[in-house]
Nanobody, 125 residues
């Protein structure tokens, strides 16, 4: 599976961005997809994940209500809608997937085998 993340950019605080993760490979529909981010100088952290069917999302507690993850298996995409952005959301955002991640391990980046290249989101104050 190959992943391509896009949609990052510069936005003012309070604004919105929609990130997209495009996948190649027929197994995409069988896998959980996760979004992670890595702020400057910090470790990679979990943002959101969604089940293979796209029916059940999971979020980092601090981001609930502002971010929405979705998955379209027909298009082999998984999007992250980000609203009410704050300067603290500035980071490189990565999408990831793989067969070793499940509903009890989706927060762990080490469980994901395939990663996109990352897209930079910068939120100005």
């Amino acid at each position: 599976v190959q992943l391509q993340a896009s949609g990052g950019g510069l936005v003012q605080a309070g604004g919105s961005l929609r990130l997209s993760c495009a996948a190649s490979g027929r197994t995409f529909s069988n896998y959980i997809v996760g979004w992670f981010r890595q702020p400057p100088g910090e470790e990679r952290e979990f943002v959101a994940a969604i089940t293979p069917t796209g029916r059940t999302p999971f979020y980092a507690d601090s981001l609930k209500g502002r971010f929405t993850i979705s998955k379209d298996n027909a298009k082999s995409t998984a999007d992250l809608q980000m609203n009410s952005l704050e300067p603290e959301d500035t980071a490189v955002y990565y999408c990831a997937t793989g067969g070793r991640v499940g509903v009890t391990s989706y927060r762990l980046p080490t469980r994901y085998d395939y990663w996109g290249q990352g897209t930079l989101v910068t939120v100005s104050s």
